[in-house]
């Protein structure tokens, strides 16, 4: 009587223990796709930065050369007024 019943709860655990294994591989496999999801996040969020940095780039090569301009401008400005003096 012992034998079966220590068969019984032997067999008992050993199904436990597979599904135990399961539902492990199953919580792995989900965080791994969360993982992959978040991976997924990052790029786009880093090429978005990215991009925003050339807008930014662009941005500032366009103030340079706007300052570029005025300071041609303030350069012909200043020669007419010596220009007008004498």
């Known amino acids: 009587m012992?034998?079966?019943l220590m068969?019984?709860?032997w067999k008992s655990y050993r199904r436990i223990d597979?599904?135990?294994d399961?539902?492990?591989n199953e919580c792995e496999t989900e965080n791994g796709t969360k993982n992959t999801e978040n991976s997924v996040d990052n790029t786009e969020n880093g090429a978005n930065y990215?991009?925003?940095?050339?807008d930014n780039t662009e941005n500032g090569a366009n103030n340079i050369e706007n300052g570029a301009d005025n300071?041609?401008?303030g350069i012909d400005s200043t020669k007419h007024n010596i220009n007008d003096i004498y």
């Open 18 to 20: 597979a599904i135990y």
């Open 22 to 24: 399961q539902v492990q």
């Open 71 to 73: 300071t041609e401008n």
């Open 50 to 54: 990215t991009e925003n940095d050339a």
């Open 2 to 4: 012992a034998l079966i």
């Open 7 to 9: 068969k019984l709860i």
